[in-house]
Each structure stands twice: as C-alpha cells, then as structure tokens.
C-alpha cells in the first residue's frame, strides 16, 4: 500500500468528511478507482449515474473503491457534485496536488477513470469509462486492464 499512499500524498477524504488512511488493511488488495470528473463537464453528469450504480452493485465483490478528483471550478460546485457520490474524495484544496495526478495520468479529457493497484500504486487500466458505460458494464472482466 506504500506504493499508492505515496503516489496520492494529499487528503483522502470519506463521506464525512472524515480523512482516510489509505494504508488501513481493509485497503489492501483493493483496485482503486481515481475518477476525474466535474460538475461543469455534460459527459461527466451523464456518466456519474451509470458509475454510481456500478460501485453500489460491485464495490464489495469486486474489492474496488473510487477516490473522485474533482475539476470543478469552485468548491461549492465540487461539494454540489459530490453529493451524489458514494465513494471517498480527493481534498479539493488539494488544487496542486490534482494537477500533479491529472499530469501524471495524462488525464485530456473528462470524466477519466484510472484503476489502480492499491497495494503498489501500479496502472491497471488508463481509462475504465468505456468498459462501465458500454463493454462490460457487469464487471465480468474486472479489474480491467489496459491492454484488454
């Protein structure tokens, strides 16, 4: 787990707004979901549902948990669009640490989910939106890689 705390160094936050240790055990072996989206973006309102459900249906079975890394221009569009989210936070006055995940994922466009191994912080899959929204959307072939 030292792998993706190191790689995520900032506020993992929960619904509460209570901070996350990502180095918990219940954490371990999990696939993380890192999901770049934003309230202003009308793909990424129109994909959240479809994501929402999935992690409700899956989370447990498939050991996968999202972080949501915002693009939202304010805090109060940030905190309007996480409401509906189940799934834990990445601080969003954690603005240089985002561009730093954003550079490094090589996120272009919205909404990105990038799965991750939680243990070494590894890429699994560059981009899991289509697998969700069209190819696999029961998660047969989850975790999803990128070369699948």
Known sequence: MAGLTKLLNGYIRDKSNQ???????????????LYFSAQWCRA????????VKFYKKYADKKDFEIIFVSADNDEASFNEYYHEMPWLKFDFKQEKKIDKLKEKFDVSGYPTLVLL???TGDILCEDAIEYIDSED????????????
Do not use: H, M, Q
């Open 19 to 33: 901070r996350i240790d990502l180095d918990d055990e219940k954490y371990e072996g999990k696939v993380i979901g």
């Open 117 to 119: 191994d939680a243990d």
């Open 44 to 51: 990424c309102v129109n994909f959240t549902p479809k994501l």
């Open 137 to 148: 959307p029961r998660g047969r072939d989850f975790p999803w890689t990128s070369d699948n």
